[in-house]
């Protein structure tokens, strides 16, 4: 059967690093990359920092447009994919088209999630996925005071470090106890908590949004509480997590569970079809369970394993899960899951704002979180991949040698 090339629907770090693996791998089939937005595939850290912050920012190309040129990738802007034709072997566009293919890799991300209360959808609700939305973030910020964040996840807090840093009063409801509850220990969220209401954020826990308060023109200027509160602001940003992008795969037919369901090749429950990313659940091998993870770096490395499955080289996808956070100048890293641990061992003193939180389930090493210790996270990744047998003990004493540990397991 005559190869019709590849179709990667998605084109942010993942569907990239996709379309330049396949090339580097010898594939020269036709390959076409779809993406509805219409700039050049970018970096999307500075979502949340950078494109706020600068005076006239500018999105950063992942690769210039010489690079896919240059490959003969046929990277169409502006183009949404609508439906797979699995029995038919065709990607079906908005504009009624279709691209003939023989194989098709998924890497459609996820998008905001939304909490369900009155007027959550209301004008003037600002959320971040796209440069466009990080425009409207920063256009609202120009002409307000007063910020309201709800949600203290990751980009929630990002967001409202960089609303502190330009001078804005910021609010953040958070419905759980603690900041960044399902993503880190207590003692990293409460290292946040103090350094980001030093940054002059009030912080408020527990507090469960019951709907958004109206202006007299219909746009959104503040929040309810469930216990009555009421919170003005001129500005609102809903960050209260992200779903899944599975309405394409769905409708193919394809596996899903808790995203697009793959294998340990990135390959879906029709082999055809690939997915990564932020779309993608797979069963991870610390955890023994279905996870999806929602980092660059899990989307890179995903996409290099895809790009091997797709032609035929398979090798089950086995790295270390690594995400980080910029919060003003704090940085948090994170190597491994933290899923199902139970004990915390702390190097360093949170007070001095440079520690690591070292998480072990049943005696075993399965997470290294790192507040301005870039040190410790790589020592983390490297203790992580080699199994290397840190005890408790052994992470609570400051004398203990973490490299030495590391060595005598590579060797």
């Excluded at 996925?129 to 005071?145: C, H, L, P, V, W």
């Excluded at 929630?156 to 509850?181: N, Q």
């Excluded at 610390?286 to 660059?296: K, N, Y």
């Excluded at 948090?332 to 939180?357: K, M, N, Y």
Aim: with cysteine.
């Amino acid at each position: 059967m005559s190869d019709k090339g590849i179709v990667i629907v998605g084109a942010s770090h993942g569907g990239v690093q996709l379309a330049a693996s396949l090339r580097e791998k010898g594939y020269e089939g036709p390959l076409t990359m779809l993406t509805s937005e219409p700039d050049l595939p970018y970096q999307k850290p500075p979502l949340s920092k950078g494109y706020i912050k600068e005076p006239d920012p500018k999105p950063t190309p992942l690769r210039p447009e010489k690079f896919y040129t240059d490959r003969s990738i046929d990277l169409r802007l502006g183009t949404t994919a609508t439906a797979l034709d699995l029995s038919g072997g065709e990607v079906r566009l908005a504009d009624g088209s279709a691209i003939a293919c023989s194989k098709i890799a998924l890497a459609v991300g996820s998008r905001p999630r939304r909490i369900p209360v009155p007027n959550i959808d209301a004008p003037g609700v600002l959320e971040l996925r796209t440069y466009q939305d990080s425009q409207a973030i920063k256009a609202g910020f120009n002409a307000a005071e007063s910020v309201l964040v709800i949600g203290g996840g990751f980009i929630g807090l990002e967001i409202a470090a960089t609303a502190a840093v330009l001078g804005k009063r910021v609010t953040v409801l958070e419905a759980e106890e603690r900041l960044m509850a399902r993503a880190v220990s207590p003692a990293v969220s409460a290292y946040f908590f103090g350094y980001l209401t030093a940054l002059g954020a009030d912080i408020r826990l527990n507090a469960r949004v019951s709907g958004i308060r109206l202006s007299g023109n219909g746009t959104a200027a503040g929040a309810d509480l469930a216990d009555g509160t009421a919170i003005d602001a001129d500005c609102v940003i809903s960050g209260t997590g992200v779903l899944p992008c599975t309405e394409l795969a769905e409708a193919a037919g394809l596996a899903i569970e808790n995203g697009i369901a793959v294998g340990p090749t990135m390959l879906s429950s029709v082999p055809e079809v690939a997915s990564i990313g932020d779309c993608a659940s797979y069963v991870h091998w610390q955890v023994g369970r279905r996870v999806r993870l929602e980092s660059v770096q899990n989307a890179v490395d995903q996409a290099k394993t895809a790009a091997a499955a797709l032609l035929g080289e398979a090798e089950p996808y086995h790295e270390v899960p690594w995400f980080w956070s910029d919060q003003a100048e704090a940085k948090l890293q994170i190597a491994g899951l933290s899923d199902g641990t139970e004990t915390a061992v702390l190097r360093g003193d949170p007070e001095s704002g440079s520690f690591s939180a070292f998480l072990f389930a049943d005696g075993k090493l399965r997470c290294v979180e790192s507040v301005n210790k870039a040190g410790d996270h790589a020592l983390g990744r490297r203790l992580l991949a080699l199994n290397a047998g840190l005890t408790p003990e052994q992470a609570a004493d400051p004398d203990f040698d973490l490299r030495g540990l590391m060595k005598r397991a590579r060797s």
